[in-house]
T-cell receptor, first 118, second 112 residues
Framework: GAVVSQHPSRVICKSGTSVKIECRSLDFQATTMFWYRQFPKQSLMLMAT?????????EQGVEKDKFLINHASLTLSTLTVTSAHPEDSSFYICSARDQGRGLGNTIYFGEGSWLTVV | GEDVEQSLFLSVREGDSSVINCTYTDSSSTYLYWYKQEPGAGLQLLTY?????DMKQDQRLTVLLNKKDKHLSLRIADTQTGDSAIYFC????????????FGTGTSLTVIP
């Protein structure tokens, strides 16, 4: 079946540095990908919608200059957390829409990436 | 906006049935999903139901949808210790590009 892969699955970075998380659709093309963030013991909140070949659409309250999203190809979207701080430590997960399938089970989630900023 | 709510905790004994409940506010939801998240892991799709269905059964899992009351439930029969995890319900509408709205998650603890 369709698979969405995220890399890295876990990353530790120093405060002030930037870290990039990749989201790949492995056997389908995805013009739209979504990035979510999950704070400890809380639900997943949509951060932004990543559109291939155009600018991402950010949810209210999400800083676009801090969370840079690039969707340069139909199989890859990247999220870069710039100048990371400890409060950015979180679980980041992407999803990709397989537009070639019917409605319903067309969204696939990556395995998620655990970011710890020290 | 969309509001999806769940109770935070549920404890059951091994072998019993678990019922996890979810309520949502958006009556135009097209699909409703149940995801499982084990500690330190990503999301695993368990099952989904289209909004014009009342029930869906898949092995030990039974999903019930009461569209009038905007209530969704997940029943796990013969609950095992491996079922201990956080369960999220989520809803989406096809005309929003499948943007998901997640519930708060229910932490299920199975007692041996």
């Amino acid at each position: 079946g369709a698979v969405v892969s995220q890399h890295p699955s876990r990353v530790i970075c120093k405060s002030g540095t930037s870290v990039k998380i990749e989201c790949r659709s492995l056997d389908f093309q995805a013009t739209t990908m979504f990035w979510y963030r999950q704070f400890p013991k809380q639900s997943l909140m949509l951060m932004a919608t990543s559109n291939e070949g155009s600018k991402a659409t950010y949810e209210q309250g999400v800083e676009k200059d801090k969370f840079l999203i690039n969707h340069a190809s139909l199989t890859l979207s990247t999220l870069t957390v710039t100048s990371a701080h400890p409060e950015d430590s979180s679980f980041y997960i992407c999803s990709a829409r397989d537009q070639g399938r019917g409605l319903g089970n067309t969204i696939y989630f990556g395995e998620g990436s655990w970011l710890t900023v020290v | 906006g969309e509001d999806v709510e769940q109770s935070l905790f549920l404890s059951v004994r091994e072998g019993d049935s678990s019922v996890i409940n979810c309520t949502y506010t958006d009556s135009s939801s097209t699909y409703l999903y149940w995801y499982k998240q084990e500690p330190g892991a990503g999301l695993q799709l368990l099952t989904y139901i289209f909004s014009n269905m009342d029930m869906k059964q898949d092995q030990r899992l039974t999903v019930l949808l009461n569209k009038k009351d905007k209530h969704l439930s997940l029943r796990i029969a013969d609950t095992q210790t491996g079922d201990s995890a956080i369960y999220f319900c989520a809803e989406s509408k096809w005309n929003t590009g499948n943007q998901f709205y997640f519930g708060t998650g229910t932490s299920l603890t199975v007692i041996p």
